[in-house]
Structure formats: structure tokens, C-alpha cells
């Protein structure tokens, strides 16, 4: 895969926010230089004369989207705080086909390893994957989801939807149709306050044949920015 250059959505004294394209893993695979934290340590650094660089947070391969890489020791301890105590709102968009068993709500499970770096939803409660969801008809047996997780479990938004039948759209490990240009989930906005000041941001995805038809994009305009929504209390 050629490498791509990395686009810039926000740069702040402290942190920089990044836009992840998909398919590009977090560490180096086949070739090196390849994965996001070679290429952010490369590029970054050069462009902005930054001796520092970290990553504070990780996008699974296939997800595109939003990215916050800290510039020094004490932004990443305080990113950290902020992940670990759940307030850096995140949302998410995914494009799945079928009937869901519901149209919204909120999935919930503890989750564990199943077979080929799969994970698979339980029953159980006893440390839940927390997830809820909008979702909308973009085309026939086709609807965009609008995702906010509440914990920050491998694969769970991924699993989440399957859990429900209807696995994402390009998804390498849980769906079996793979005639698609991408997988179609995209980390599409962020929201917490740092050092006393609030930040947010929004970013539809670049690519994707599916996410750039009309009656998508359309909803997506609607959805933004997606805090605004009508979520239910948990």
C-alpha cells in the first residue's frame, strides 16, 4: 500500500488531532514505515519540528477518522485520565446491510476472545462493552448508524453490531461479503474539555463510495454535530 500523507484537523500547543485513513494498521506490518505510528513519528515531526509525538488513543485497521496524538509526557497523562474516567465523548458512523434486530437503542455485554482475533458479546455484566446507537435508512436494506460508546473495548463497536445481525459493511473479520471498496466505520467525532477549555470536533469520512451517496451524506449533515441528537439516558 503507498503510503499517505497524514491530514491535519486541528493543531493545538499541547496535542494535534489527525484524520486516520483506513486500512493502515497502528504498528508496521509487511513493510516498514507503513503502520500510523511510523508515519507519525516521520511525518509529524518533520512538519512541525516536533521532537515528541504520542498517540493517545488507537483506531483498529480498518476505521478511518479521528485521531488525537499528544506532544508531550504530561498532555498524554492527562489524555489518559480523561480516557480511563470515560469523558472524551466519542461517536462513530458505520454502514451495515440487513434488517437490524432494532433500529436503536443501547447493546450491552461483557465481551471475550473468540476464534481468528475475534471477539464475540455475552450475556453477562460483569465488566460490559457499552454501546448505543442510532440508525437510519439510506438505502434499500442498507442504514447508516450513528454509534457512542461508553467504554472503550477491542472491537466493540464492531462486535456490537453484529451482535444485533448486521455486521459492518467491509468489515475483514465479521462480515463475510466483502465486495466493497473499504470497511465502513469512521471515528467521526470527539468532544471533551482539557485544561479547563472544551473541545470538539467533527469530521465526515473523506472516502468511501457508499458514505459519499446522496441520501448518506444528507443524514450525516443532519447528524452533525452528533451530541446534539436525541440520545436516551442510559
Known sequence: MTEQSLTIVDHQADFLVIDKPQDIGFH??????????????????AQFSLTELYPVHRLDKMTSGLIIVAKNSATVRAFQQLFEQHQVEKYYLAIAEGKPKRKQGLIKGDMEKSRRGMWKLLRTMDNPAVSQFLSYSIAPKQRLYLIKPHSGKTHQIRVAL??????????PLYNTCMNTDRGYLHAFALSFNLNDRQYQYCLPPSTGTVFHNTSTLEIIEQLTPPWQQQWPKL
Open 28 to 45: 508496521d506490518e509487511d513493510n516498514l514505515g507503513s503502520g500510523l505510528f511510523s508515519q507519525i513519528k516521520t511525518q509529524l515531526k
Open 162 to 171: 453484529n451482535s444485533i445481525g448486521v455486521p459492518i459493511l467491509g468489515d
